[in-house]
């Protein structure tokens, strides 16, 4: 079954510095996709980036770029020059191709920018 | 384009009371998901439609819990009878998606939820 782990439950960083959000995934599909998603304290649920199994690229929007290693089956995502308004529960999901092509999500890290 | 419309914001019920939510999709998006977030956590899945059929239901608490969309629409989750666990934020979501086309790289938008604490 289709599985995401986020080991960080708390990261605090400095107003402008970069900042990398681990996520790691484990699926026996070889199509899948990878989202990240942003929840502010208001909670709704913002979607920030996604990225394709095959793709041979890593994605980027903006600030927000997906570190992503295949064989090692991670998913970073990486936030360059941190503004206080990233503040907020950041969570790693996963859908496979296969079956209901379910989102699957990670149990989440709280980023927290200081000033 | 309009997002997903959930209600109510905030729902407040007492053990054994019933409780429904209303969610609208966005125009056009096939697939409705129903999602609990319980605090500190990340959000499972309830149920998923595609159209007005029931996708998955696997993780949905049949005893208690029940969903429907009527005419592939808008849908409503009901909880009956509450208990405390079930205090949570219900999350609806909809993606782009058609019966037979794979969907996985499509994200899901989420409406705003409904907090509900069961007392």
């Known amino acids: ?115 | 384009e309009a997002g997903v419309a959930q209600s109510p914001r905030y729902k407040i019920i007492e053990k054994r009371q019933s409780v429904a939510f209303w969610c609208n999709p966005i125009s056009g998006h096939a697939t409705l998901y129903w999602y609990q977030q319980i605090l500190g956590q990340g959000p499972k899945l309830l149920i998923q439609f595609q159209n007005n059929g029931v996708v998955d239901d696997s993780q949905l608490p049949k005893d208690r819990f029940s969903a429907e969309r009527l005419k592939g629409v808008d849908s409503t989750l009901k909880i009956q009878p509450a208990k405390l666990e079930d205090s949570a934020v219900y999350l609806c979501a909809s993606s782009f998606g058609r019966q037979g086309l794979s969907s996985y790289n499509s994200p899901l938008h989420f409406g705003n939820g409904t907090r509900l604490t069961v007392t």
Do not use: H
């Open chain 1, 1 to 115: 079954a289709q599985k995401i782990t986020q080991t960080q439950p708390g990261m605090f960083v400095q107003e402008k510095e970069a900042v990398t959000l681990d996520c790691t995934y484990d699926t026996s599909d070889p199509s899948y996709g990878l989202f990240w998603y942003k929840q502010p304290s208001s909670g709704e649920m913002i979607f920030l980036i996604y990225q394709g199994s095959y793709d041979q690229q890593n994605a980027t929007e903006g600030r927000y770029s997906l570190n992503f290693q295949k064989a090692r089956k991670s998913a970073n995502l990486v936030i360059s020059a941190s503004q206080l308004g990233d503040s907020a529960m950041y969570f790693c999901a996963m859908r496979e191709s296969k079956g209901a092509q379910k989102l699957v999500f990670g149990q989440g890290t709280r980023l927290t920018i200081n000033p």
